[in-house]
């Protein structure tokens, strides 16, 4: 190893450094990206001599200055945003002294810890060929670093490193089944802090004129047993109480829990939820309890985990599909549920008022305010337009276009005019079964919101009015239903059903790879063990596998790495000169292989003599690099050599010619 | 015997005694057996098992089956590393290891023949000692096969042996380092320190009646058989394209005239001191031409002409003392 890093390997490690940085792009504050390019540049532009690279005070002051614009923008330098910041400026501090191979170590080093970072932080199956890349980068900078032959060449540093990472992989499967895991962290892992779509926790439906159709993923769910038909299938989130005549939010949370009763079987299933920032989580009418996650339980039926969904998250659960409250609602409860603001619309407090008179009953109050939706006249649309400030009459009397919030909100308002007490639910109802896999994909598109109301004797019952305005939209999904979005159906999600096809497919191993690798817990290690009939085995049983099993690979890689012998690899002068041995075999000029380049010229001189010149003049300018002294590797040297074979193997030529002509005849 | 050259203390001294001992006194042609080849991480290795740590740990506590993988891989990686490592010198054949006569006080350069499944660049031959003295590849370094060289400094005259060197190898990824030591019986003969500044003697009587036709000082003399060592700029390349067997320009100057160097005649000196001093009226007189006798006690006086006579007279001073004839 030389001490100057070389060119091919620097470059390499540019690279790959660069890509580290690339996975970070979106996570880290935007200076530390240009900290990085500059980093990049500057030691690019050394390397060439253009410019100088920082002496050691300069460098150092970069370096603390960099460090402390970290602290200060994140106040910290735990957690994985401000790690991985510190990384990608500390990375930039060491481009501006890597000279040396062990620079070159540790930029490598650097790189492929920006790769762990951004695979702690998103494990999507869709990122792991840029993990891949970057991972297969440095390692081949690290191959460029290690031997000569990968130091001249990049598909070789590449393929070193490839077939090497290829043997690895028996092992590392190995590992990463039988290495015992832990039950639960060492440490709890820093929230990343980071909101994304998802419910929120209030609902102004009036504000919104365009509801956009977003396809991302809200969870996957995987039915034990037969799945829930799709009208029944409503996912639970936040429940709204707090309604101010426009907007709708959560509220007071203490309120009495009323009893219930469980009525049909308990029905299992287990909810592979995408991080969407907040608490919620997302179950079943009626919820009865969760496994694999800590998690509070609300009054209303609202379940939280007690931390952030921040990353793939997933937990068993059991509903019942049917149940009835048993007990009364409380004071607090009825209080809750039938607050109104004071002179908010009117309208449709005296409509409310004007259809409780003319029924016998709430029960019979609700029937008729769901025959008022069905009847009036009200459109299903993802464009409504916006809303008054007194929303709800604008809604009922003007626009009547809407969404499911609109009509929710609507729909309890009516009922809280009525003095019946409502709240509205708000979650998810749907949900596509995938064909690769069974598994049932619930989408940011199927967001819903619907209503329960209090019925004496019944308690808590689900009606939903977007049901009634567009019954479709129970049975397909929000895009399917509005109008508009049947207008873009082509275009947005595609009806072509091989695309489809190739969506579910990709859904399906996307799922897969969070359920089996990302999340590959204690728990499915057992499992595995048990499919494997070994669930007695325990953690040193399963060591021991290990060991037995990784002795079994190095057994089959040695036995791989010997089978080839070690093979001779020449320079290029001596490729050459072989290559005019060949030519003069096939133009019949016995060669020997203890012959010498002198008996070899003299022999060859003799029996072509139209090529004699060029013979002799090859022969000697043959010596004179092996022999005279000068640069095995002299470029020209070799063209020139070369040329001078061509040359001979043509002037030849009719000699091969004539000889097959000879063989022929024979 | 000769005491060999020491200077600075070999590294891991302890597993260096118990291999040599353990492998023994080596021949050539040698082949490296796997078993006496060894292997640990480079300073670069421990870095990337830290690396690899880190992502474990950090794999193991967030419970992320990604970061496992990754950090499993490596690890695997690493592994075969260091099986690729270690294949790449085991196996490795010692052909040939030669370095020309030198003066006290220079630098012997040993070539080695060397053939197996590491680029001669990567290979690396070392006295195992500090300062390093690290080998040089005379091949492409990219071949497997062709010869390293080392340099040995010698600072005292005799048949002084190839000490104990190490052959090792980091290659393909530098993160392990193997290596193996050979104690081979190999040995250079080094010639006593030209020194000394007496008058040359001249020879009693005749000239010498050398045959020669003299012309001047750069005037070539004669050609003779290349032999190993020799200048490549001397050989006489026209001539070998001409289709004659390798040859040397050799140049002679003044006229050849008769010396006589006497050990005994040089009192008033030390033993190396005499030594030194005839070794310097040699390498001037062949340089001359000029022909001399060497009378050494204990021995027959060599008397002659030309280089090979001056080697001759050098070989004797340089074993003068010891058990070993002269050639």
Known sequence: MSNALARLPMLMLLAAYAAGCVLHVDRVPGWCTTVAAAAVLWHWLAFRGRVALPNKVLRVGIAMLLMSAVLVSFRTIGGLAAGSALLVVMGAAKLLETRTPRDGVVLATVSLVLVLAAALDRQGLALLPLYFATGWLALAGIAALGNVRAAHSARRAFLQSGRTALYAIPLAALCFVLVPRLPGALWAMPGAGRSETGLSDEMSPGSISELSISDDIAFRVRFDGPPPPPAQRYWRGPVLHDFDGYTWRRGQRFVPLVDQELVSPPLLYHVMLEPHGSRYLFVLDTFEKLDGIAYNQFFDGEVQSWRRITGPTSYDAISHLEARNTGELSATGRRLDTKLPEGRNPRSAALARNMRSESDSNADYVRRVMQYFQDGGFEYTLTPPLLDYDSVDDLLFNTRLGFCGHFASAFAALMRAAGVPARVVTGYQGGIRNPIDGRYTVRQSDAHAWVEVWLEGQGWTRFDPTGVVSPERLQRGASDASAAALANAGTLLGEASWLRGLRDAWEAAGGWWQEQIVDFNRAKQVDLLKLMGLERIGDVGMVLLLAAGGALWALLLLALLSRRAPRVRRDALTRVWERFLAVLRRRGVEVMDHDGPVAIRQRAQRQLPEAAGDIDLFAADYMRLRFGGGDPDDMQGLAKLKARLAEISRATRSRRRRQTATADRE | ?327
């Open chain 2, 1 to 327: 015997m000769m005491r060999i050259f020491r200077s600075g203390k070999p590294r891991q001294p302890v597993l260096r005694g118990w291999a040599l001992r353990r492998q023994g006194q080596d021949a050539l042609p040698l082949t490296l057996k796997a078993r006496r080849v060894y292997i640990l991480p480079t300073p670069a290795g421990w870095t990337f098992a830290l690396l690899i740590g880190v992502i474990f740990i950090a794999g193991m506590n967030y419970g992320n089956g990604l970061a496992l993988l990754f950090a499993f891989w490596l690890a695997a990686f690493a592994c075969v590393a260091m099986v690729q490592t270690q294949r790449g010198l085991a196996g490795t054949a010692l052909a040939m290891a030669s370095s020309q006569p030198v003066f006290a006080g220079e630098t012997a350069t040993w070539r080695f023949d060397i053939r197996g499944r590491t680029a001669l660049g990567d290979l690396r031959l070392d006295l195992d000692r500090d300062p390093p003295s690290p080998s040089t590849a005379t091949d492409s370094p990219v071949t497997t096969e062709g010869s390293l060289q080392l340099r040995q400094p010698v600072p005292r005259r005799g048949r002084i042996r190839l000490p104990v060197m190490r052959i090792s190898s980091s290659a393909p990824f530098g993160l392990f380092r193997t290596w193996t030591w050979v104690n081979l019986d190999a040995s250079v003969l080094v010639y006593p320190k030209p020194a000394g500044d007496l008058h040359v003697p001249e020879a009693p009587g005749h000239d010498t009646g050398s045959t020669r036709i003299e012309h001047g000082m750069d005037e070539l003399a004669w050609l003779r058989d290349f032999r190993e060592g020799d200048s490549p700029r001397q050989i006489a390349w026209k001539a070998y394209a001409r289709g004659a067997p390798l040859l040397v320009r050799e140049y002679r100057g003044a006229a050849a005239r008769r010396r006589e160097f006497d050990f005994d005649a040089l009192t008033g000196l030390d033993t190396e001191q005499r030594l030194s001093q005839l070794t310097r009226w040699i390498v001037d007189a062949a340089a001359r031409g000029e022909s001399w006798v060497l009378r050494l006690p204990g021995s027959e006086p060599l008397e002659g002409i030309g280089n090979e006579h001056r080697d001759d007279c050098l070989a004797r001073l340089a074993l003068y003392g010891s058990k070993e004839p002269g050639r």
